[in-house]
C-alpha cells in the first residue's frame, strides 16, 4: 500500500516538473529576430488643449530617404510599426503652421514616443515683429 502510493507520489512528481521545466525554456528563449522596432507619437496645437487631427507626418531614415508618410488620428496621434534598429527623422509640415521635427534613436530602445507642439505661422510672424494679432491700429 505504502509503496503504490509512494510511487503514484514520484510519477505525479515528475509530471509536473517536466511540465514546468518546458514552460520555463519556451519562456526563456531570446530571439533577437522577433524584434519589432516603433516610433508613434502624439501632436498637439501649441497653446491649446486640442489634438492636431488629420495632419502628415513623414518618417525618414537619419541619412535621408523617406521610409513611409500617415496622418494623424482623431486624437493627433501617429505610429509607424515594423521598422529596423536605426535613427530616424520624424517631420511634420502641415499648412498654417511652423514646420517641426525631431529624431528617434531605435539603436538601443525598441520603442521611441514623441510629441509635437506645433506654432501656427500666424503666431510666429507676429511674435517675430512684435505685434499682437488681436489689436488693428486704425489711425
Not at 37 to 56: C, H
Not at 61 to 90: E, H, M, P
Request: aromatic share 10%; net charge positive; charged share 20%.
Amino acid at each position: 500500500m505504502w509503496r503504490t502510493s509512494s510511487r503514484s507520489f514520484a510519477i505525479i512528481f515528475l509530471l509536473l516538473g517536466t511540465t514546468s521545466v518546458c514552460a520555463q525554456r519556451d519562456r526563456d528563449t531570446y530571439n533577437p529576430g522577433n524584434q519589432s522596432f516603433e516610433v508613434s507619437g502624439q501632436v498637439n496645437i501649441a497653446g491649446t488643449n486640442n489634438t492636431a487631427r488629420d495632419v502628415p507626418v513623414r518618417l525618414e531614415r537619419f541619412s535621408g530617404g523617406v521610409i513611409d508618410q500617415i496622418t494623424t488620428d482623431a486624437r493627433g496621434r501617429f505610429r509607424f510599426g515594423n521598422l529596423q534598429r536605426g535613427y530616424y527623422k520624424v517631420i511634420i509640415n502641415a499648412p498654417g503652421f511652423a514646420p517641426a521635427q525631431q529624431d528617434a534613436d531605435l539603436t538601443l530602445l525598441f520603442k521611441a514616443y514623441l510629441v509635437f507642439n506645433l506654432a501656427s505661422t500666424e503666431a510666429t510672424n507676429a511674435a517675430r515683429l512684435g505685434t499682437s494679432l488681436d489689436v488693428i491700429d486704425a489711425r
